[in-house]
């Protein structure tokens, strides 16, 4: 018996960062995903093969490894390990994943993949409701970076467009825009936990400024809400680009996505950082008028490719 599960990466329209102190992030799910199948096995191990290494354990020692350099793999073992003994099972599980979100880039896979794994893994024994998968995967993720704020797990497990905040929680936004973003990558690899580390000394060390950048994001993401409601393109590209400025006041913009930005601006609606920063990914909102234009002025300096919002979130398959 095998049990597949897929689920979309992300990138967030507004409030990366500030999400993390008390602030509100506007996300959508995109239509790249990850799939992960698991089998039991007879011997008691577990299993991981991807496209980006493969690695086993026998279960008994899961909670003592340090993994190294498939550190990033140590949710799925976790994952695997609670499962078989939630269900007393004496068997062993291989999970196999496969992706179109590439990874490190900002683009949520760290968090696609919890969630496919929790389903795929959970779905061998009984299938999990959505609430009971996004709880669990953002267990897992809190493993290998304990300050997620959970909006990247949330928005991958519901799909679709919505406002997040680590205390109100995730609430979907009713508006069934069909936005277009042209996703390009500075092909600088991040580390999230690091860039987050590096924010909050920021932080610490600028706390006025800090506090009227949160208010400037608030209002961003509040003008943010009503533009998306009423599918107002330029407003909401505009409050993009306004919030591309808080990201770089904050360090986390590089020359290179700086270089980025300029280029999507030429034709784009407005354009920012999705994610961490400090490499990554940019977005530009665009429409059929241009998205052919931005992706030409794009791909002369970086990878980039068309999305569009992922309304279906977890699937079994
Ligand atoms: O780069 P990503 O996709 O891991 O996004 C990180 C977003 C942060 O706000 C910086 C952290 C978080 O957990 O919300």
Known sequence: MKSTASAPGKVILFGEHFVLYGGKAILC?????????????????????????NAELDIRSISELD??????MRPFFYIAKRALEEHGEN????????????????????????????????????????????KRAIEAERIIFKETSGADTSVSTFGGLMI?????GFQEISSKNDLDLVI?????VHNTKEIVRQVRTFKEKNVDFFDQLCKQ??????????ALKKNDLNTLGLLMSKNQDLLQEIKVSTKQ???????????????????AGVGGCIISLVDNSNLAATIDNLKKVADCFPVKIDYQGLLYI
Not at 67 to 72: A, Y
Not at 257 to 271: F, N, P, V, W
Request: hydrophobic fraction near 40%.
């Open 217 to 226: 994001e608030d209002e961003i993401v509040n003008e943010a809400l009503s």
């Open 257 to 275: 996505i700086d270089l980025l930005i300029r280029e999507a601006k030429k034709t784009s609606y407005g354009a920012k950082i999705t994610g």
């Open 67 to 72: 993994f190294g350099t498939t550190r990033f």
């Open 29 to 53: 799910s995109i239509n790249k995903r990850i799939f992960a199948t698991s089998q039991f096995l007879d011997e008691k191990k577990v299993k991981v093969r991807s496209s980006l290494g």
């Open 91 to 134: 068997k062993g599980i291989e999970i196999v994943l496969e992706s179109e979100v590439p990874a490190g880039i900002g683009l949520g896979s760290s968090s696609a993949v919890c969630v496919a794994v929790t389903a795929s893994v959970n779905g061998l024994f009984e299938r999990l409701s959505k609430q009971e998968v996004v």
């Open 164 to 168: 997040y905040g680590t205390n109100s």
């Open 184 to 188: 390009a990558n500075s092909s600088q």
